[in-house]
């Protein structure tokens, strides 16, 4: 069974930077893509960046420019560097795998950005 925990959350003021980190349990070579979704109170969750094997990477519009995933292979890692953060990136940040057959979920890091 896959175990992905996520770290790096906080309190932050608007402008500020935070790098969420997201440690797989296993290699993630196995895994076809993996992300980092967002759930605000009262939203539905939304894809914030996307990592697939071959090292494209999709993010969305309300974060490009600002926030840049990469992965670790060699920590079985994957981060989410989040720059001049703003109110409204304020949410519960969740890591997200897919290895073709099965979706894993983190338990989510809050991350909240004060104005």
């Known amino acids: 069974q896959v175990q992905l925990v996520e770290s790096g959350g906080g309190l932050v003021q608007a402008g500020g930077s935070l790098r969420l980190s997201c440690a797989a349990s296993?290699?993630?070579?196995?895994?076809?893509?993996m992300g980092w979704y967002r759930q605000a109170p009262g939203k539905q969750r939304e894809l914030v960046a996307r990592i697939i094997r071959v090292g494209l990477r999709n993010y969305a519009d309300s974060v490009k420019g600002r926030f840049t995933i990469s992965r670790d292979n060699a920590k079985n890692t994957v981060y989410l560097q989040m720059n001049t953060l703003k109110p409204d990136d304020t949410a519960v940040y969740y890591c997200?795998?897919?290895?073709?057959?099965?979706?894993?979920w983190g338990q989510g890091t809050q991350v909240t950005v004060s104005s």
């Open positions: 296993g290699s993630i070579f196995s895994f076809n893509a």
């Open positions: 997200n795998a897919d290895d073709g057959r099965t979706t894993y």
